[in-house]
């Protein structure tokens, strides 16, 4: 359902052990092997896609706009696209990283989805307007800490009343334990999908200043505090979650 129809590349990216471990950059090598990484990373991924399909489909409004904020390769857009068919709803398509864009215009256009506006920019620096429906699909948790209520204050402004932001997050435990458990857990699945206990270190490593997650607590505060009035917790596996956030 959320796969392109090509088949990607392995990700063998961290099979190897690096002298020096950089920081992660979705790059040229992680947008050719990306639809593979983040199926075997993310548990409940092709879900969560399946599923903002059908949320489009009940909340997207005739003649309003439809965001997919740092789309990668376009997977959420292309679930929209389908569910919401003819009702005269406009697809755009965000990300800063330009080969993830160029893979999601492919995929697009593969789907026959060619009217969808793609920008390559700063998810920040986009107006949020006439939006029916908003999704951050692991995407907030990249922006530094300081920077995430403004943008949620942004969708926020920029919705409809009978809006939804839906917003997918990789998230920390409420407490040491608990952190450990999700961890472990999460380990525990990227070994069944055949990573190595190298790679996944390696990659923890590359990612350990660059994706700050935070408590499902700290999220519901703050959507809270860029002015939503209700916020649903409507898929969890491990430290893998995505919330229903309405005006």
């Not at 392109?4 to 947008?31: E, K, L, M």
């Not at 409809?160 to 699945?189: M, Q, T």
Request: aromatic fraction near 6%; glycine fraction near 6%; include cysteine.
């Amino acid at each position: 359902m959320s796969n392109p129809s090509n088949p990607s590349t392995r990700d063998r990216i961290y099979a190897h052990r690096q002298d020096r471990i950089d920081s992660f950059v979705f790059d040229q090598r992680v947008a050719a092997v990306f639809q593979d990484m983040i199926s075997r990373s993310v548990p409940g991924y092709a879900s969560i896609i399946g599923m903002i399909g059908i949320l489009a489909r009940k909340h997207a409004v005739a003649g309003s706009n439809l965001y997919d904020l740092g789309c990668s390769l376009g997977a959420a857009t292309v679930s929209m696209g389908r569910e919401v068919g003819q009702r005269d709803c406009r697809l755009i398509a965000v990300d800063n990283a330009r080969a993830m864009l160029e893979k999601a215009e492919e995929h697009f256009a593969r789907h026959q989805l060619p009217d969808v506006q793609t920008i390559c920019s700063d998810i920040r620096d986009v107006e949020i307007v006439n939006a029916s429906v908003v999704v951050l699909n692991f995407t907030l948790q990249f922006l530094a800490l300081e920077e995430r209520l403004s943008l949620l204050k942004s969708i926020r402004a920029g919705l409809l009343d009978d809006g939804v932001l839906i917003l997918s997050e990789k998230i920390s435990g409420a407490d040491a334990e608990e952190d450990a458990l999700l961890i472990e857990l999460h380990h525990a699945f990227k070994r069944a999908n055949g990573y190595s206990d190298l790679e996944i270190s390696q990659k923890r490593a590359s990612l350990e200043e660059v994706l700050l997650p935070e408590t499902i607590e700290a999220h519901r505060k703050r959507l809270a505090e860029a002015g939503f009035s209700r916020v649903d917790l409507w898929f969890q596996c491990f430290n893998f979650v995505s919330f229903v956030a309405r005006p």
